[in-house]
Structures are given as C-alpha cells and as structure tokens.
C-alpha cells in the first residue's frame, strides 16, 4: 500500500469487530480478537471501553491512550 490511509469512521461491534470505513469510501471490517490478549489492548478485553471506540488523527483510539494504526487496520481487515 503507497498511500496511508485514514480511518473517518469506527463503529465497534461484537466479539472485538471493528466495521472501519477509509477516506477513499472503502469499507472494510477488522477483526481485534487476535490483539486482546496483548498490551495495550488486553484492557480492553472484557471491558465497556471497547466499545467507546472513537477516531483520532485518522486511526482508531479507545480512552486510555490506546490506539492502532491506520495501516494495520487496512491491511489486516476484510472488505465488508
């Protein structure tokens, strides 16, 4: 991928799913589970914090200073 792209919305959904969509219209939906069980994002397991995913500087943040970048949430997701 030449161009990072930047994530303008995050809708967080059940078993740790994120449905993105990227400032080129694609919508894409990347799975988190596989990350929950690592720092930083192990505090988000379980927790109503997951779910206060919001947009920061084009990724995906949650309180707590915890974020991902744009380019792994591209990468590693599925067009939805």
Request: hydrophobic share 45%.
């Amino acid at each position: 991928m030449g161009v990072l792209l930047d994530v303008v919305k995050v809708e967080a959904k059940q078993n740790y799913l994120l449905n993105l969509e990227f400032n080129n219209g694609e919508k894409r939906v990347f799975d988190m589970a596989p990350f929950m069980n690592k720092n930083p994002f192990i505090e988000l397991k379980g927790s109503p914090l997951f779910e206060m995913a919001y947009i920061d500087y084009g990724t995906v943040v949650w309180p707590g200073e915890i974020d991902i970048s744009q380019e792994t949430l591209y990468l590693r997701s599925m067009p939805a």
